[in-house]
């Protein structure tokens, strides 16, 4: 991703950071790939919620640390959530992760990425989450600007 832009924004609550990621699942089309960074407890599941019921889902969004993946029916496609915390080598899952990856009709949704990589395409939206206080968060969005469609009306 080396002509990646970065863009950044503070969040002051859980529910701020989860109308953005709506604001931003709102622009999914299908194909995309996001990868969510941050410490554990760091807002990836909130994200993960505010993004699926942004793509109007009405799926209940849980964190998939314990099962892996799981996904989950938007309107227009599917939405595949991996969390790679609990692996200490990606195994079949990584086979699993790259049949979905590009398909048109999923939007692949990735956490604790650095497993897996190798399998991650360039073209994707990085979004790293760090605590600013108690409740406050810096989103940092990095992006191709083939994706750049993802951040229209997101704030």
Same mark, same amino acid.
Request: proline residues 4%; aromatic residues 8%.
């Given at each position: 991703?080396? *002509?990646? /832009?970065?863009?950044?924004?503070? @969040?002051? @609550?859980?529910? /701020?950071?989860?109308? =953005?990621?709506?604001? $931003?699942?709102?622009? =999914?089309?299908?194909? #995309?790939? %996001? #990868?969510?960074?941050?410490? &554990?407890?760091?807002?990836?599941?909130?994200?993960? +919620?505010?993004?699926?019921?942004?793509?109007?889902?009405?799926?209940?969004?849980? @964190?998939?640390?314990?099962?892996?993946?799981?996904?989950? /029916?938007?309107?227009?496609?599917?939405?595949?959530?991996?969390?790679?915390?609990? &692996?200490? #080598? !990606?195994?079949?899952?990584?086979?699993?992760?790259?049949?979905? =990856?590009?398909?048109?009709?999923?939007?692949?949704?990735?956490?604790?990425?650095?497993?897996?990589?190798?399998?991650? !395409?360039?073209?994707?939206? *990085? %979004?790293? %989450?760090? !605590? *600013?206080?108690?409740?406050? +968060? +810096? $989103?940092?969005?990095?992006?191709?600007?083939?994706?750049?469609? =993802?951040?229209?009306?997101?704030?």
């Amino acid at each position: 991703m080396s *002509t990646a /832009q970065t863009w950044h924004i503070d @969040s002051t @609550s859980s529910e /701020q950071t989860e109308q =953005l990621a709506a604001d $931003l699942g709102r622009n =999914l089309r299908g194909g #995309e790939v %996001i #990868e969510l960074v941050s410490d &554990l407890g760091g807002g990836k599941t909130t994200f993960a +919620r505010g993004l699926v019921h942004g793509a109007k889902s009405v799926d209940a969004v849980s @964190s998939p640390s314990f099962t892996i993946s799981k996904v989950y /029916q938007a309107q227009h496609f599917d939405i595949h959530h991996f969390d790679f915390y609990r &692996l200490l #080598e !990606p195994g079949i899952i990584a086979d699993e992760l790259a049949e979905v =990856l590009g398909d048109p009709h999923v939007v692949t949704v990735v956490e604790w990425g650095a497993i897996v990589r190798h399998v991650l !395409p360039k073209q994707r939206l *990085t %979004i790293t %989450i760090e !605590p *600013t206080s108690e409740n406050g +968060r +810096r $989103l940092s969005f990095r992006y191709p600007e083939s994706l750049a469609y =993802l951040l229209k009306g997101v704030a």
